[in-house]
């Protein structure tokens, strides 16, 4: 049962096995949800610095680190994933991609909350070459910071040690980049 819509999010009721009703958000104009880990010359991973409104909303001016991700069919109808993965890769980071390889089609971020799954695909970049001005996402994106593979995680840390905010899409697509190098 639709509890509460609107075109982007739908906030929504069902029963659980107990029998109790279950609220969860759900996005009704998507068909996926496209997180790339990009690899750059087997070297370094482009991560986002973002300011994301719903934790800004809870914990104050906190920053979060991510990678390149977006809807797939939110926009552009009839989109695939592999367009999808390129259009954000593109819009994002302002790279184009050598090779995808996708690794993982449904993984569940908050399976108690909401409906929506993730798709993890590596983005294989051979040379760190700007294509397209990236775009800031309607102000999200506040920064990129090209990381050596080698330093992610004392720099993952100091994030944190300076509070910032580690998103679970970033660290779930972290697990495939032993494959990649």
């Known amino acids: 049962m639709i509890l509460y819509d609107t075109k982007y999010l739908q906030l929504k009721s069902t029963k659980s096995k107990s029998g ?27 991560f986002l610095i973002e300011e994301r409104p719903p934790i800004q909303a809870e914990f104050g001016k906190v920053y979060t680190v991510g990678l390149p ?21 593109l819009e994002e980071a302002g790279l184009n991609a050598d090779e995808i390889k996708i690794k993982n089609r449904h993984v569940a971020s908050s ?14 970049i ?17 920064d990129r910071k090209l990381i050596k593979i080698t330093d992610i995680d004392n720099w993952l840390k100091e994030c944190e040690n300076k509070g910032m905010f580690l998103t679970a899409q970033m660290l779930s697509a972290l697990y495939y980049l032993k494959e990649e190098i």
Not at 111 to 124: F, P, Q, R
């Open 111 to 124: 399976a108690g909350c909401v409906s929506e799954t993730y798709l993890i695909a590596t983005a294989k």
């Open 126 to 142: 051979n040379e760190y070459k700007i294509s397209a001005e990236p775009v800031d996402d309607g102000g999200v994106i506040v």
């Open 69 to 89: 991700a977006g809807l797939v069919g939110d926009v552009r109808e009839g989109e695939t994933i592999e367009d999808a993965i390129r259009t954000e890769l």
């Open 20 to 46: 109790n009703d279950w609220v969860y958000a759900h996005r009704p104009n998507v068909t996926d949800v496209v997180v790339i880990l990009p690899v750059i010359n087997k070297e370094y991973i482009l």
